[in-house]
């Protein structure tokens, strides 16, 4: 099966920029959407980004302007380049893929933190 794996986060201060990185697994797995999504402490799963594999993006609004998804196919690689970071942007950053002709996220990293301090 195929394992998203992030990393890049830790701890930065408040107007600060973090980059977190998502690799598959399954080198050879080319996700037709790879997404991020975030759970702040206390509250529900939402989401942050997503990038296909043509680079069609798309942000939620708390985030446009600020983060931006890329994606580098040849490595199976996405990236999330966040700036202006914000205290209500710490949470757990998750990565996710679809399948390779699908839109449905079956595929879920293990999360990483992301803490913004003032």
């Known amino acids: 099966q195929v394992q998203p794996v992030e990393s890049g986060g830790g701890l930065v201060q408040t107007g600060g920029s973090l980059r977190l990185s998502c690799a598959a697994s399954?080198?050879?797995?080319?996700?037709?959407?790879i997404g991020w999504f975030r759970r702040p402490p206390g509250k529900v799963r939402e989401f942050v980004a997503q990038?296909?594999?043509?680079?069609?993006?798309r942000y939620a609004e708390s985030v446009k302007g600020r983060f931006t998804i890329s994606r580098d196919n040849a490595r199976n690689t996405a990236y999330l380049q966040m700036s202006g970071l914000k205290p209500e942007d710490t949470a757990v950053y998750y990565c996710?893929?679809?399948?390779?002709?699908?839109?449905?996220?079956?595929?879920w990293g293990q999360g990483t933190q992301v803490t913004v301090s003032s």
């Open positions: 990038i296909s594999r043509g680079g069609s993006t």
């Open positions: 399954e080198r050879t797995f080319s996700p037709l959407q």
């Open positions: 996710a893929m679809t399948g390779s002709g699908g839109y449905l996220y079956n595929y």
